[in-house]
């Protein structure tokens, strides 16, 4: 029997929501030879995850030699090829810097996929390399409340679920102007980043806190960024926590060794299964958080 705690929230304590974020925007072959770029190797990848227990990809939009892309033709046929291989459900970004709110709309729009992330607050967003002593990359990350506002109500007019990604817990905060207007309707679903410098830093003690500032109803996450991202996939699981890996977050298997987003995906339903919780399909995903497929 699952033990009963408050953590858990609305998730279900025997079946655990894995996500695998495939992609990533700022990742790179140099980095990791196993990433994929082409709507084919994505869709193959998505398929490899499911069968090894995700029930969510999560999806950045590549062109063919690696760069970012916010086209629409390149996210539908991103959709359609996964289709084709899989029932997983999909989840498009919409987190970009300088890119401009209308772009990232329309393939909201135009392609519909199942969940959508959306980036919950702004926020000093960097690397910063110890060796180097100097800063890898240093960014700003605008997510202002009115467009927060326009994804949200594009979202609910294409029948898309909001993924509230929040970096620190005033992001989990900013969900009340949207609740109290009804723009957000429960069961909401969170995902907890951390790791980002700018962000919460990753330990499981800001995981425990950021978990308590959730509705009672909501579903939650959590994403942990490189090599914190094992530790606190522990800790998420036995808290009643879904988790998320993949290559977007961190190349390595806990022992070290650069791996795939399959084996990411495996690792993390062996976990699962270590604490009593089976992986979820699609479908039982979709009832938990109320996705109508």
Known sequence: MPIDQESVKGNHPEKTVISAALTGALTTRDQCEAIPYTPGEIAEDAAAAREKGAAIAHIHARTENGSPTFDTDVYQRIFDEVRDRTDILINFSTGALHEPVETRLEYIREVEPDIAALNMGSMNYAKYSESR?????????????????????????????????CFDTGHVGNIRPFVQNGELEAPIDFSLVMGVLGGIPPTVENLAHQVR????????????????????????????????????????????????????????????????REPATPDEAAELMSIER
């Open 133 to 165: 002593d100097d800063f890898v990359f240093d960014m700003v990350f605008e997510n202002p409340f009115n467009e927060i506002r326009e994804f949200l109500t594009t979202m609910r007019e294409h029948d898309v679920k909001p993924e509230l990604e």
């Open 213 to 276: 500032q959730l509705p009672d109803d909501a579903t939650w996450q959590v994403i942990g960024i490189s090599r914190a991202q094992w530790q606190l996939v522990s800790a998420a699981l036995a808290m009643g926590g879904n988790v998320r890996v993949g290559l977007e977050d961190n190349f390595y298997l806990p022992d070290g060794e650069m791996s795939t987003n399959p084996e990411l995906v495996a690792k993390a339903a062996e976990m699962s299964r270590n604490v009593g």
